[in-house]
C-alpha cells in the first residue's frame, strides 16, 4: 500500500498549534522509549477505533514492532472477530415480517453482504435462513459499511453462537476468550496479530459490557481478579501508554493494583505485586478540549490534586465538566494531550514513529471522510476477513484437550 505523505502532512498541518506540538512530544516519546528496548501499549476505545481503520493500523504498529500490548471493548473484539468491518444491506424489518418491538431503533434490519464462497462457508458451520436470506435479496433497501459482525444477519448471529463455542475451550484451557478468538483471527486485526505474536490482547474491566453475548462470554472467561492481573501486568511492562477514543480510563488508570494514581495501595497492604504509572508516559488523543484545560489546571498550580487533597468536587474547583478519565491523566506528569480527530492523529503518529525508526509500514489508515480514508474502509471489506472457527478448533487440539463437547454433536478430541 503506498502511503500518501502529502496527505499525512495536510492532517499535521490541520492540527493547532498545540496538538502539533504534542503530537510531536508523543512521536519522540514512542521511538526514545522503542530504543533503548522499551514497551508501548494502546487503549482503545470502540466505534472510531474501528470506522476509522485505526484497529488494523494499530495491527500493522504491532506486526512493526511499535505496539506491544492493547487493551480494548467487547465491542472491538466482536468487530475483529467479524473482520473489522463489513458491508451490510439495511432493510425494513416490518416489511420483512418482524415484530417492531424486537427491532433495533428505525425499524431496520440488516444483511451482511457475503460472497458465495463465504455464504457457503457458513450453511457448513450453522443453519442458515435460507427464506429470509431471500426475501433480503429481493427487499429495497441501501448499502452501508459498517462494524463487522453487529447486527446484521448472519455474521451478527454467527458471532453470538460462536462465541458460546470459544467459552467453553477458555473454561478448559484456563484462557482468556480474546487469546482463544485470536487463534482464528485475520493477523490484520489486532486480536489475530496478538495472538501470532505472543502479544496481550486484553478488554479492560469498564469495556467489557457489549456485543451482546460476546461481552458476557468474556467477562466469563476468566475471572475479574485475573483479568485485572493481567492488565496490570501489561501496563507495568509499558514505558508508554497511548489512550485513543476511549472513555472511563480513569477506571484503567486507577486499577487495584496500581500505587500512583490508584487503589493499589491496599494490594500492596496485603501482599500483592503492586505497580507505578509514576515515570510513565501517557499519551491521550481525544476530542474534547477539556481534557486539555483539565491539563493545563494541574501544570498551572496543581488545582486537580490540590481538590483531591481536600475532598472537593473536581468539577466544581475546575470549572469545567470533568470526566472520570481526567483525573489521574491531568495529575501524572508524563501526561501529553493530542486534541484532534483519531482518524487524522493517528496515521499522522504511525508515520512519524515509523519513520524515525526506520520501519516501512504496510497499511496505512485515514481519515474516512477522505477519499483515501473510503478506500481504506473498503479494502478492509474485502481483505480483512472474519474469525476461521476451523483455526480456534485446530489450535485447541494442539492444547492437549482430552474431550471438549460443544453440544451440537462435534467434539474436539486430542489428537
Not at 505496539?67 to 424489518?93: F, I, N, P, Q, R
Not at 452501508?144 to 455474521?155: E, L
Not at 473498503?378 to 476451523?390: L, Y
Amino acid at each position: 500500500m503506498t502511503i500518501n505523505e502529502q496527505l499525512l502532512n495536510e492532517f499535521y498541518s490541520g492540527l493547532d498549534d498545540r496538538s502539533r506540538e504534542s503530537l510531536d512530544a508523543a512521536a519522540e516519546k514512542i521511538v526514545e522509549a522503542k530504543r533503548r528496548g522499551g514497551k508501548v501499549v494502546v487503549a482503545t476505545g470502540s466505534g472510531p477505533n474501528i470506522h476509522e481503520g485505526v484497529t488494523t493500523l494499530i495491527a500493522e504498529l504491532m506486526e512493526k514492532g511499535l505496539v506491544d500490548g492493547v487493551t480494548t471493548s467487547s465491542a472491538v473484539v466482536g468487530h475483529e472477530m467479524g473482520g473489522a468491518l463489513d458491508l451490510v444491506k439495511m432493510c425494513s424489518a416490518s416489511a420483512l415480517g418482524f415484530e417492531e418491538r424486537f427491532m433495533p431503533r428505525g425499524d431496520v434490519f440488516e444483511f451482511t453482504q457475503l460472497d458465495e464462497e463465504r455464504m457457503n462457508a457458513l450453511r457448513a458451520e450453522m443453519v442458515l435462513d435460507e427464506e429470509l436470506l431471500a426475501k433480503g435479496e429481493r427487499a429495497e433497501g441501501r448499502l452501508v459499511i459498517k462494524a463487522a459482525g453487529n447486527m446484521a444477519y448472519p455474521m451478527g448471529l454467527r458471532n453470538e453462537n460462536l462465541a458460546g463455542e470459544i467459552l467453553v475451550l477458555c473454561k478448559a484451557l484456563g484462557l482468556p476468550f480474546e487469546t482463544v478468538a485470536g487463534w482464528g483471527a485475520d493477523r490484520r486485526t489486532m486480536l489475530g496479530a496478538g495472538a501470532a505474536l505472543g502479544l496481550p490482547v486484553l478488554v479492560s474491566i469498564p469495556q467489557m459490557v457489549g456485543s451482546g453475548h460476546i461481552g458476557m462470554a468474556i467477562g466469563d472467561s476468566i475471572s475479574v481478579f485475573e483479568r485485572s492481573r493481567r492488565i496490570a501486568a501489561m501496563l507495568e511492562s509499558a514505558d508508554v501508554i497511548i489512550e485513543s477514543a476511549v472513555a472511563l480510563t480513569q477506571e484503567i488508570h486507577d486499577g487495584p493494583f496500581e500505587c500512583y494514581t490508584g487503589h493499589g495501595i491496599w494490594s500492596w497492604w496485603k501482599g500483592l505485586p503492586v505497580y507505578s504509572l509514576r515515570d510513565k508516559t501517557l499519551i491521550r488523543i481525544d476530542l474534547d478540549e477539556n481534557l486539555r484545560k483539565a491539563r493545563d489546571l494541574e501544570t498551572g498550580g496543581s488545582l486537580i490534586q490540590e481538590a483531591i487533597n481536600q475532598g472537593l468536587p473536581k468539577t466544581k474547583i475546575s470549572k469545567i465538566p470533568f470526566r472520570m478519565e481526567m483525573s489521574a491523566f491531568a495529575r501524572h506528569e508524563g501526561s501529553i494531550p493530542v486534541i484532534g480527530d483519531i482518524g487524522q492523529v493517528w496515521p499522522v503518529l504511525a508515520w512519524k514513529v515509523a519513520g524515525a525508526s526506520g520501519i516501512s509500514l504496510d497499511f496505512m489508515s485515514y481519515a474516512q471522510h477522505t477519499p483515501e480514508g473510503k478506500a481504506v474502509r473498503e479494502w478492509i471489506v474485502g481483505e480483512v476477513q472474519p474469525v476461521d472457527r476451523e483455526k480456534i478448533l485446530s489450535r485447541a487440539r494442539k492444547c492437549g484437550i482430552s474431550s471438549v463437547s460443544f453440544g451440537n454433536g462435534e467434539t474436539v478430541a486430542k489428537p
